[in-house]
Each structure stands twice: as structure tokens, then as C-alpha cells.
């Protein structure tokens, strides 16, 4: 079986609750407060992803270290926009590690 990309919502409600030692209830709050977008089947069931069920985990951390539901989203928050600024960066990285083309005519 090939290699699955960890983006691809698979999982129902259930069985992403299972994964995440939650039950179904908590899942549709942090969907309702804004700290999980599941993708919806075409049909409106929602879909969870392995990044879902990984988020999943995290906001389980950090409710068990007594984090509140608007702490948990402001640290969700900031570790989405690192891990974006650390793509941006890895980009800028990767475009100044490429030599530029020469052009022919100019040869």
C-alpha cells in the first residue's frame, strides 16, 4: 500500500475520536470554537485527516497540562504561524541555494 499523505481526511467521527482518546462531543466544540476544520464528505459527514488526529493529540496535551479552550487556540494559533514562517523561510533557503540561469543571448 503506497504512502498515504497525512492531509487526506479518511477518518469519521468516531474512529477520529478513538484516535484521540476523545469522544465525538469534544471533537464537534473544538470544530464549533474554531481550533479544527475537518473536511466534509459530499454528503456533510465530516472527514478527519492523521494531521487532524495529530492535532487532535496536541489539544489533548495541553487540556491535560490545564490549558483552557481559548489558551489551547492561542497556542495552536502561534504554532500554525511558525510552522508557516518556517516554510517561507525554508522556500527563501531553497531560492538562494538555486544559481540563477543565464540567459543565452547574453553568452
Known amino acids: ?14 474512529v477520529a475520536a478513538q484516535l484521540a482518546d476523545m469522544n465525538a462531543a ?17 454528503g456533510g459527514t465530516r472527514r478527519y485527516s492523521d494531521d487532524d488526529i495529530a ?10 497540562e490545564g490549558m483552557n479552550i481559548a489558551g489551547i487556540g492561542r497556542v495552536l494559533a502561534l504554532e500554525d504561524e511558525n ?3 518556517r516554510d517561507e523561510l525554508e522556500a527563501e533557503r531553497a531560492d ?3 544559481p540563477p540561469r543565464r540567459s543565452r543571448a547574453t553568452d
Do not use: C, F, H, N
Not at 500500500?1 to 468516531?14: L, N, Q, W
Open 55 to 64: 492535532r487532535l493529540q496536541r489539544v489533548a496535551r495541553l487540556r491535560d
Open 83 to 85: 510552522a508557516g514562517l
Open 26 to 42: 469534544s471533537l464537534r466544540l473544538l470544530e464549533q470554537k474554531g481550533l479544527l476544520t475537518p473536511a466534509r464528505s459530499d
Open 96 to 98: 538562494r541555494a538555486t
Open 1 to 14: 500500500m503506497a504512502d498515504r499523505d497525512p492531509g487526506t481526511p479518511v477518518y469519521g467521527i468516531a
